[in-house]
């Protein structure tokens, strides 16, 4: 979908979170959770975020629904500072219920002594404002949005659900307080292939239907298959590279995106990075110099300018990556023969 004219929903700017100290201002050190991810979501967009565990993923995820104080950086929501909102207005602005996550494991983050009815009609208790006639027509249509019965599921439990049923009633609280944006932390990683197309095609048509905007989490892009607007995608605490997914699985701009995307073939078109060129053993130099481009000890292309990690580059219309090389990547012909370029400097480790 086209989103060039309308003003970003969540603008995230030079986000950083340290590990186990939840305060601002305390600098970063070596401990980063996350380091300085800038990124936007749009209006009724589907954003990808993708990257392995401890990527910074789930972190970026939980400081946007204020679960994680951030280090520094900013994270507007609406055109609302959320970083800086305190006390009653942070409260107040949780039980509102704009922006929603919804968690990967329903059968954990469902209380299984309530019923469907309670579950999906909790979040509308906790905003306040509607009597129980109003909360139920919502709870009601919430369920029918997510191609449930209400009368078949409203007096079951969660363990009397199948998996597929169980993340539509997850789904379905979270949509009931009408959000603009929803998080999903791998939402169909612990479903089969027709519930995981079910869910995939439900927040599909939610943001088509509803205009709200979401953020898919998950580990490799094959979960954004067919229904994915945009792609971020994070290495070690930090946001390698963004863009359309379309551009960004045709001509990826990082090295780390071009193993993503050969690790799913069916998704990946043409790359300028053939992938044994990045099919490189894991290494822990870029962890252990935090100055050190993020990925130069996995990376067959390392030069010496690779000793400074670089910032997001510029390749195209809302899609920069964090390679030195990125211009060439995303700009050199679309083929498989193409040549990567020659080394100009050092040698990353496992080099041959
Ligand atoms: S900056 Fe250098 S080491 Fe890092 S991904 Fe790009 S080429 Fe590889």
């Given at each position: 979908m086209s989103t060039a004219v309308t003003a970003p929903l969540l603008r995230i700017t030079d986000l950083s979170v340290a590990y186990g100290v939840p305060r601002r201002g305390v600098g970063l050190g070596t401990g980063?959770?996350?380091?300085g991810a800038s990124l936007e979501v749009h209006p009724g967009e589907i954003v990808g975020i993708i990257g392995e565990t401890g990527s910074g993923k789930t972190t970026l995820a939980?400081?946007?629904?204020?679960l994680t104080t951030p280090a520094g950086g900013t994270i507007e929501f609406d055109g609302r500072d959320l970083t800086s909102l305190r006390g009653r207005d942070l409260r107040d602005f949780r039980r509102q219920?704009?922006?929603q996550l919804v968690f990967q494991d329903p059968l954990r983050s469902?209380?299984?002594d309530l019923t469907v009815a309670r579950l999906v009609g909790e979040p509308l208790e906790v905003a306040g404002g509607l009597d129980a006639t109003a909360r139920g027509e919502r709870t009601e249509r919430a369920l029918r949005e997510v191609g449930l019965d209400p009368g078949a599921v409203r007096d079951r439990r969660p363990?009397?659900?199948?998996?597929?049923?169980?993340q539509r009633v997850s789904l379905a609280r979270a949509i009931v307080t009408e959000p603009r944006l929803l998080i999903c932390d791998e939402p169909v990683s612990a479903l089969d292939v027709s519930n995981r197309n079910l869910v995939l095609n439900l927040l599909?048509?939610?943001?088509?239907?509803l205009g709200v905007a979401v953020v898919i989490i998950a580990h490799d892009l094959s979960s954004l298959a067919g229904i994915g607007d945009r792609v971020a995608v994070f290495y070690r605490s930090r946001l390698v590279e963004q863009g359309p997914l379309r551009e960004v699985l045709t001509r990826p701009a990082h090295p780390y995106t071009a193993l993503l995307v050969a690790s799913a073939p069916s998704l990946g078109e043409r790359s300028a990075i053939r992938p044994a060129d990045v099919r490189v053993d894991r290494g822990t130099a870029g962890a252990a110099d935090p100055g050190r481009c993020v990925f130069a000890?996995?990376?067959r292309f390392a030069f010496a300018d690779c000793a400074i990690q670089p910032p997001q580059l510029e390749v195209g219309e809302r899609w920069s990556a964090a390679c030195h090389l990125a211009a060439r990547w995303s700009g050199e012909a679309t083929d498989n023969t193409h040549t990567p370029p020659a080394h100009t400097g050092t040698r990353a480790k496992g080099e041959r």
């Amino acid at each position: 979908m086209s989103t060039a004219v309308t003003a970003p929903l969540l603008r995230i700017t030079d986000l950083s979170v340290a590990y186990g100290v939840p305060r601002r201002g305390v600098g970063l050190g070596t401990g980063a959770a996350l380091r300085g991810a800038s990124l936007e979501v749009h209006p009724g967009e589907i954003v990808g975020i993708i990257g392995e565990t401890g990527s910074g993923k789930t972190t970026l995820a939980r400081a946007t629904v204020g679960l994680t104080t951030p280090a520094g950086g900013t994270i507007e929501f609406d055109g609302r500072d959320l970083t800086s909102l305190r006390g009653r207005d942070l409260r107040d602005f949780r039980r509102q219920g704009r922006i929603q996550l919804v968690f990967q494991d329903p059968l954990r983050s469902l209380d299984p002594d309530l019923t469907v009815a309670r579950l999906v009609g909790e979040p509308l208790e906790v905003a306040g404002g509607l009597d129980a006639t109003a909360r139920g027509e919502r709870t009601e249509r919430a369920l029918r949005e997510v191609g449930l019965d209400p009368g078949a599921v409203r007096d079951r439990r969660p363990g009397e659900l199948s998996g597929g049923q169980r993340q539509r009633v997850s789904l379905a609280r979270a949509i009931v307080t009408e959000p603009r944006l929803l998080i999903c932390d791998e939402p169909v990683s612990a479903l089969d292939v027709s519930n995981r197309n079910l869910v995939l095609n439900l927040l599909d048509r939610l943001r088509r239907d509803l205009g709200v905007a979401v953020v898919i989490i998950a580990h490799d892009l094959s979960s954004l298959a067919g229904i994915g607007d945009r792609v971020a995608v994070f290495y070690r605490s930090r946001l390698v590279e963004q863009g359309p997914l379309r551009e960004v699985l045709t001509r990826p701009a990082h090295p780390y995106t071009a193993l993503l995307v050969a690790s799913a073939p069916s998704l990946g078109e043409r790359s300028a990075i053939r992938p044994a060129d990045v099919r490189v053993d894991r290494g822990t130099a870029g962890a252990a110099d935090p100055g050190r481009c993020v990925f130069a000890d996995r990376c067959r292309f390392a030069f010496a300018d690779c000793a400074i990690q670089p910032p997001q580059l510029e390749v195209g219309e809302r899609w920069s990556a964090a390679c030195h090389l990125a211009a060439r990547w995303s700009g050199e012909a679309t083929d498989n023969t193409h040549t990567p370029p020659a080394h100009t400097g050092t040698r990353a480790k496992g080099e041959r």
